[in-house]
């Protein structure tokens, strides 16, 4: 494997669940970075459905940490991206109905975090579709309009907690051929 694999791998097998941060700010260059690395995600047809909402505005991330227990790490996360689509367009105009869109922002939230890990940034997942009481209060704080909805959070910034790196794949879990 040449240098830049390895150091790929490294980064995807580093990034884990961070939801404790430093106060410090995320810098306008690296929210850039993450948001074209967001938009480089694949998707179905080239559709790339996304829309991407910057959240560094303190009292709107303590206001949200503050109303549903699981958004509690937003108190004091610096940033937050909201990975949202609008799925009635979207399925109107690609004629999609089965769901893809899903699969298209989860490529997008994975394109997100691992490029923070590069950047020496860590992050959380936070999911919020189908998460009654959390998509409530994200669609509301966040202005979504009627017919789209909210994947995820990426919460991100600079970790307090400190993780050891994946290794290895279960044994028990990988299967040749069929299950």
Not at 63 to 71: A, D, L, P
Request: glycine share 6%; hydrophobic share 40%; proline share 4%.
């Amino acid at each position: 494997m040449d240098n830049l694999h390895n150091e790929t791998v490294g980064f995807i097998l580093a990034r884990r669940s961070v939801r404790s941060f430093e106060p410090r700010g995320v810098e306008p260059e690296k929210v850039s970075i993450l948001l074209e690395c967001g938009f480089a995600a694949p998707s179905s047809k080239n559709s790339q459905p996304c829309h991407l909402i910057v959240i560094d505005d303190k009292e709107l991330l303590r206001k949200m940490g503050n109303s549903v227990e699981q958004f509690r790490m937003l108190t004091e996360a610096p940033l937050a991206i909201a990975v949202a689509v609008d799925v009635e367009n979207y399925e109107r105009v690609h004629k999609m109905t089965d769901g893809t869109w899903i699969e298209d922002a989860s490529a997008t939230i994975e394109n997100i975090l691992i490029a923070a890990r590069t950047l020496g940034l860590e992050g959380c997942w936070l999911q919020v579709l189908n998460r009654s009481e959390r998509e409530e209060v994200a669609l509301s704080a966040l202005n979504i309009p009627n017919g789209a909805k909210i994947l995820a959070l990426a919460v991100l910034g600079y970790g307090k907690e400190h993780k050891s790196k994946h290794k290895g794949a279960p044994e028990e879990r990988v299967h040749k051929n069929a299950w």
